[in-house]
């Protein structure tokens, strides 16, 4: 079957099938087999916006949402995730560790379904599905975006109702601030240290939620077309004078408190 003839939101849903780990390693597969499905998902969303009238377009982003929620369920106590955690001494919101040259050697075997490393391969299953859980979270943070875009907004709540990312920013107004962030970092080769700064910088002014996980952000910032990989400790970013000037310029021109 061809690609442009998939259903989008059963190949998001297949995402999770592990017999490809029998063919590549996760290491092969990530990010691009699973960021590349989300995006043909958004892809087809934005192509019914265009299609059906407001009503219709909310029945089915709900609907939507609804497939995506039932059908990716994580349950932690039922996961190998905890036990992989503590087998390479890595932290769940750091995931995938890349930089761990213990779990990335690990990541890059290929397991066979039926062999003597079948314990390894239950494992590598298991990040295997939550990298797609991972993925559906992104999805349902997308599928929020336009419903709070396309819903009539309430006197009460103006504000998270403009919110286009909710579970991520506290305001509308900090958004807004990380818009214009993101207008002036741009996307360059130093990616990786202005976002991690940013979402650290965030973080403790509370624009961004104590919750969000490192991974949550880094998906994220893949909307953009900013594809960072992690997020780096503060104590890896080395002088970071010339961000904190532009963070603060920026914040003090839209009067962010």
């Not at 029945?59 to 036990?83: G, V």
């Not at 494992?123 to 396309?150: C, P, V, W």
């Not at 952000?217 to 000037?245: A, C, H, T, W």
């Amino acid at each position: 079957m061809k690609k442009d003839n998939l259903n989008p939101l059963q190949e998001f849903k297949d995402m999770s099938n592990v017999d490809i780990l029998t063919t590549s390693s996760f290491s092969n597969l990530y990010p691009w087999y699973y960021s590349d499905k989300t995006a043909r998902l958004k892809e087809d969303v934005l192509i019914k916006m265009d299609k059906l009238n407001e009503s219709k377009f909310d029945t089915f982003l709900k609907h939507l949402r609804d497939e995506i929620a039932e059908y990716y369920i994580y349950d932690p106590n039922e996961s190998l995730i905890p036990k992989t955690i503590e087998r390479f001494g890595i932290k769940e919101s750091d995931f995938p560790p890349f930089l761990n040259k213990e779990f990335e050697k690990f990541i890059e075997i290929i397991h066979p379904n039926n062999k003597e490393v079948f314990t390894d391969y239950l494992i590598q299953r298991e990040i295997h599905i939550y990298a797609a859980h991972l993925e559906a979270g992104k999805i349902l943070t997308f599928i929020d975006g336009m419903l709070g875009n396309s819903e009539p907004a309430s006197s009460e709540t103006p504000e998270k109702l403009e919110n286009k990312y909710p579970r991520i920013f506290t305001s509308q107004k900090a958004f807004e601030f990380f818009d214009r962030l993101k207008e002036e970092f741009g996307n360059s080769k130093k990616a990786l240290a202005d976002y991690s700064f940013i979402y650290h910088r965030m973080k403790k002014d509370r624009l961004i939620f104590d919750d969000i996980k490192q991974t949550e952000f880094v998906y994220f910032l893949l909307e953009f077309g900013i594809n960072v990989g992690r997020v780096k400790p503060l104590s890896q970013q080395g002088n970071s004078d010339y961000r904190e000037g532009i963070y603060n310029r920026v914040k003090d021109l839209m009067n962010v408190s």
